[in-house]
């Protein structure tokens, strides 16, 4: 079966450090990857997707940048945190596809907290 | 992907279906509509999803309208670790991302 790692759960971080967020995928190969935010009292938002290696497509512009230096892992970075990336961040993965119909099952999430 | 509009909270007592509405008046041909829900402070997961017949999984039952402008979610014996946010979406199947609204926040009373 597929399963999904997020890590670290919680992390607080100072304003102007750097971030590394990761997400592996087991179970699977050429997974569709996604990294989504939700900040405090609002919906949930996508960032970055990604359908291969070295692909990646950003939705919003922002203090983020993610990689995916492997076919089942992707990382989530930023050289300078602000306050406001501040949020549970989530990873979600969907089989490659359109007969998978791009069904997105989620991690569990690292809740960042900047101070 | 087309708009959905859900109502923002629906209460439901313990051991009864809970039927939760969404509308979605500009569903394309080749859209689907999906569900997923979170429970608070964890990942959402998917639920179900269907595109012109009506589905039904072990979790919930999907009924689609036959001219596909609304449908319902129903989860048959609602229990109180049902309670959470359940979104409705509406896209078609490419490997872009899901777009979230607000969702109906389910809450199930015991």
């Known amino acids: 079966s597929q399963t999904i790692h997020q890590w670290p759960a919680t992390l607080v971080q100072p304003v102007g450090s750097p971030l590394s967020l990761e997400c592996t995928v087991e179970?699977?190969?050429?997974?569709?990857l996604y990294w989504y935010r939700q900040a405090a009292g609002r919906g949930l938002q996508l960032l970055f997707y990604?359908?291969?290696?070295?692909?990646i497509s950003s939705e919003v512009p922002q203090n983020l940048s993610a990689s995916r230096p492997q076919d089942r892992q992707f990382i989530l970075s930023s050289k300078k945190l602000l306050l406001s990336d501040s949020g549970f961040y989530l990873c979600a993965w969907s089989r490659a596809g359109l007969l998978a119909k791009n069904i997105q099952y989620f991690g569990a999430g690292t809740r960042l907290s900047v101070l | 992907d087309a708009k959905t509009t859900q109502p923002p909270s629906m209460d439901c007592a313990e051991g009864r279906a809970a039927n939760l509405p969404c509308n979605h008046s500009?569903?394309?041909?080749?859209?689907?509509v999906y569900w997923y829900r979170q429970i608070h402070s964890q990942g959402p997961q998917y639920i179900i999803h269907g595109l012109k017949n009506n589905e039904t999984n072990e979790m919930a039952s999907l009924i689609i309208t036959e001219d596909r402008k609304s449908s319902t979610l129903i989860l048959p014996h609602a229990t109180l670790r049902d309670t959470a946010v359940y979104y409705c979406i509406v896209r078609g199947g490419g490997a872009d991302g899901l777009t979230f609204g607000k969702g109906t926040h389910l809450i199930i009373q015991p």
């Open positions: 500009t569903i394309s041909g080749n859209e689907y």
């Open positions: 990604s359908v291969g290696i070295g692909q």
């Open positions: 179970g699977t190969s050429n997974p569709n």
